[in-house]
């Protein structure tokens, strides 16, 4: 709530249960992206918070967004995961991909594909996340002039609290700042902000 008071605009999370927890309390005084990475079984809350998910990776969620959207009369923005670490253990999706998954998710009406988010693969050093969020923005930009219908390449979500330097000259306009604002995260719940 403070955080809000304060001027912050958009709140993302990484877990749902605390999302709603904070949704309860917060309200709609900010926007809601969701961050983290979502269960099929758990879309029908999701879509019922979020004013945005930043982590669709196929085109089984994606449906089921939709699915869920349609029966709120609601259509969604939403961000492709890009997995540019190409990490086989994480979810996103490999850049060399996106495409085609992006032109697949075209046709459905309820929800909105209006750009890309990556988080990068652990690094030693700050300056390494550079390579791979230059190469999501390059994604990006060629996403953008194919011009594929109901797809409007406008955000790219890329940095956190380490890296937003890096992310901001390479691109981005989203960046998740949770441990500059709120602290590390301990066991209780903290949110990510954008």
Not at 56 to 67: F, P, R, T
Not at 83 to 100: D, H, L
Not at 102 to 107: G, N
Not at 119 to 134: K, N
Request: hydrophobic share 40%.
């Amino acid at each position: 709530m403070e955080a809000a008071a304060a001027g912050i605009e958009i709140i993302g999370e990484n877990y749902l249960q605390e999302a709603e927890i904070a949704h309860q309390a917060i309200g709609n005084q900010v926007k809601w992206h969701f961050i983290g990475h979502l269960q099929k079984n758990k879309v029908k809350k999701a879509v019922a918070i979020f004013d945005m998910i930043e982590t669709v990776d196929s085109l089984e969620i994606a449906a089921e967004i939709n699915k869920r959207c349609a029966q709120l009369g609601k259509t969604l923005p939403v961000l492709i995961e890009i997995n540019s670490g190409r990490e086989p253990q994480k979810s996103g999706v490999y850049p060399e991909n996106a495409e085609a998954l992006i032109t697949s998710l075209s046709s459905l009406s309820n929800i909105r594909v209006m750009g890309l988010m990556t988080m990068g693969p652990p690094v030693s050093q700050v300056e390494e996340f550079r390579s791979f969020f230059r190469e999501t923005r390059q994604l990006f930009e060629k996403i953008k002039r194919l011009t594929i219908p109901n797809v409007e390449m406008k955000y790219l979500s890329m940095g956190m609290t380490d890296s937003y330097k890096i992310a901001l000259e390479e691109g981005a306009n989203i960046i998740r700042l949770g441990n500059k604002i709120f602290g590390e995260r301990a066991r209780g719940s903290r949110a990510e902000t954008d």
